[in-house]
């Protein structure tokens, strides 16, 4: 079955950068059509999709964080990495990474991790 | 930017049948923007329910269903049960970037 898990610092200071790795299983990130997406949602509020990188190395980011972001992957290591520059106190979210399966141009996000808080703070 | 709109708030009683709908500030919504519904549940992660308007995974309960209605994505539940009191995010494509919804929050009363 599939499984993703983020894993990554629970707290960070305001300007630094944030990097939070996906570690998944139960599906290969270099077959057709897949895809890791990430998403975050502070507490509270909405949530926010953040980028996705698909097996084939193309990358998507929201236009408003787009200058901040940065996703990479280890196909074999299982792994994608994101990393958010000039972090901020309004960036403090649980951050999900979600598998994107195949389906038409967009594709949807069946299955997701439990979340990591990140707090930023000085 | 672009904003996506769904009501802050619906109630429905044990039984009832509820419509929650997604509105697209870029115009209407069509098949085009693939929505896509999900649950969540405090304290835990979403859970993906519809996909592509109107498509389900094999754990949605029958229950839930998905369609486009007077220019907005909609979920509808009939027949909700005490358990579907959660809230609910949609979410559309827009050609390369997504962008969720501000979230309904279901009351089951």
């Known amino acids: 079955q599939i499984t993703l898990k983020e894993s990554g610092p629970t707290l960070v200071k305001p300007t630094q950068t944030l990097t939070l790795t996906c570690t998944f299983s139960g599906f290969s990130l270099s077959t057709s059509g897949v895809g890791v997406g990430w998403i975050r949602q502070p507490p509270g509020k909405a949530l926010e999709w953040l980028a996705l990188?698909?097996?084939?190395?193309?990358?998507r980011y929201s236009p408003s964080l787009k200058s901040r972001l940065t996703v990479t992957k280890d196909t074999s290591k299982n792994q994608v990495v994101l990393t958010m520059t000039n972090m901020d106190p309004v960036d403090t979210a649980t951050y999900y990474c979600?598998?994107?399966?195949?389906?038409?141009?967009?594709?949807?996000?069946?299955?997701w991790g439990q979340g990591t808080l990140v707090t930023v703070s000085s | 930017q672009t904003v996506v709109t769904q009501e802050p708030s619906l109630t429905v009683s044990p039984g009832g049948t509820v419509t929650l709908t997604c509105a697209s500030s870029t115009g209407a919504v069509t098949s085009g923007y693939y929505p896509n519904w999900f649950q969540q549940k405090p304290g835990q992660a979403p859970r993906s329910l519809i996909y592509?308007?109107?498509n389900k995974h094999s754990w949605t309960p029958a229950r839930f269903s998905g369609s486009l209605l007077g220019g907005k994505a909609a979920l509808t539940l009939s027949g909700v049960q005490p358990e579907d009191e959660a809230e609910y995010y949609c979410l559309l494509y827009y050609g390369g970037a997504w962008v969720f919804g501000g979230g309904t929050e279901l009351t089951v009363l």
């Open positions: 592509s308007t109107s």
């Open positions: 990188i698909y097996w084939d190395d193309d990358k």
């Open positions: 979600a598998h994107r399966a195949y389906y038409g141009s967009s594709g949807y996000f069946d299955y």
